[in-house]
C-alpha cells in the first residue's frame, strides 16, 4: 500500500505541476491585459489595441493548454483519490463545482468575445470583455485556493452519520481565512509571472532591435506592475501565510526552517542542508533570533522544534520541503531586487538602453515558473501526512483498487503526452513572438521615444 501511495502522489503532483504553467500566466496577464485596454481606451491609441490582441494571442494558446492539462485532474479525484472524494466530496464538491459553472464558463466565454468580437463589441464593449476575461480566471483561482486552503485548514463542516464530512456552513468555506492569504499570495505570483514575461519579451525586441515601440510598453507595463507585485509578496501576503503556518501547522514550520530542537530566539536559515537523522541542519547560515521576530514579533520567542512532536506527525519529505521553501523565499528576494532596479532605471530613463538590465529580465522569466511551483511544493508537502488536516491521512485517501502498477501505467502515459504538448506549446508562443505584435509594421527608433514619454 506505501508503494501505491507514493506513485498516487508523484501521479497528482506531476500532473498539477505541468498544469498549472499555464493558468499562471493567464492570471497574470488577464490583469495585464485590462491595463493595456485601459490605456487603449484613454488615448485612443490604435498601438494599445494591437498590443493587447498580440498578448490575447498569448493568452489564448496558454488557456486552451490549461484546459486540456486541467480536465485529467477533475477525473483524477475519483481515478487515483477515490476514498478521499467519498469522505469530502460533499464539501470541495462545491467550490469545484463553483470553478466550473461560474468562473470557467464566464473566463471563456468572453475570451472568445475578446479575441474575435471586436469589431462587433466595439470600443467600450472590448474592454468589458477583457474586464470580465480577467474575473472569470480570478475568480476560478480563488475557488480552487478555497478547495486546498479547506484541506490545509478545514473549516465549516461536521461529520455525519457514515462518518462522511459535510458542509455544515458555506461561508466558512468560502471565506475561510486560510484561503483570503493564500489567494492573494497566490494571485501575486501569476502576476508576477505575467509581468515578467510581458517584461522579457519587451527586452527580446528591445535586444534585436524590432517592434522596439511594443518592447517599450511591454516593460514598462511588466516593471511597474511587476514591482508593486513582488513587494507585497513580501509583505503583508507572504507574512501572513507564515503566520497562518506557524500557528496552525507548527512541525510545518519547523520542517521548513530546518528546526529540529526548539530554540528561545531561534536563527532564520539562510542555507544549510537538513540531516533528518542526526536530527540537526549541517552547514548552517543564520541570521540570529530571526525567526522568532517574524514568526511571533519578539526577539526571544520561543519557536518549537520538530523533536517536540511525535514523529508521526512529521512531513515524510523534510528535505524536499526545506529546500522548496528556501528557493521560493530566495527566488522571491531576486524578484525584488531586479523590479526595484529595473523601476528605479525606467524613473531615471535608462532601462531601455540598459543592455544588462534587459538581458536580465529576459533571463529571468523562467524563474517566476519555478518560484510558483516551490511555493505549491512548499504547501503541498508542509501539510503532509494529512491529506485533510488533522482529520484524513493521506494514505487513507487513495483509491484502495488502483494498484502500483496501474498507476505507474496512466502516469508514463501523461508524461508522453504532456511531452508532446509541451513542445507544441513552445512552437505556438515562440511563433506568436516571432510574428510580433503588428507583422506588417514595425516601428523602430524614433518612432517609439513618442510611447516612451507617456
Partial sequence: MGQAVDVHRLHFAFTITFHYIFPQLTMGLALLLVYLKTKALRTGDEHYNRAARFWARIFGINFALGVVTGIPMEFQFGTNWAAFSKMAGGVIGQTLAMEGVFSFFLESGFLGLFLFGEKKLGRMGHWWSAFLV???????GYFIVATDAWMQHPTGYRFAANGAIELSSFWDLLLNKWALWQYAHTMLGAVQTGCFVMAGVGAFYLLTKRDEIYGRTFLRAGVLSGTVAAILQLFPT?????????????PTLAAMEGLFESQEGAPLAILGQPDVEKRKLDNPLEVPEMLSFL???????????????PQTEWPDQIPLLYYSYHV??????????????????????KLYDSGWMLWTLMVCVPLPYIANTAGWMTAELGRQPWLIYGLMRTASGISPR??????WFTLIGFMGMYTLLAI?????IYREIELGPD??????????IVLASE
Fill in 328 to 349: 521560493m523565499v530566495g527566488l522571491g528576494t531576486i524578484f525584488i531586487a531586479v523590479m526595484v532596479l529595473a523601476s528605479m532605471l525606467l524613473w531615471r530613463g
Fill in 134 to 140: 480577467f474575473l472569470g480566471s480570478w475568480l476560478s
Fill in 424 to 428: 507544441l506549446w513552445l512552437f505556438l
Fill in 295 to 309: 514568526t511571533y514579533r519578539q526577539w526571544r520567542a520561543n519557536v518549537k522544534g520538530l523533536s517536540d512532536f
Fill in 402 to 407: 488502483v494498484a502500483a502498477g496501474n498507476a
Fill in 238 to 250: 507572504g507574512d501572513m501565510q507564515g503566520k497562518l503556518v506557524a500557528y496552525n501547522q507548527q
Fill in 439 to 448: 507583422p506588417g509594421s514595425r516601428p523602430t527608433g524614433e518612432d517609439a
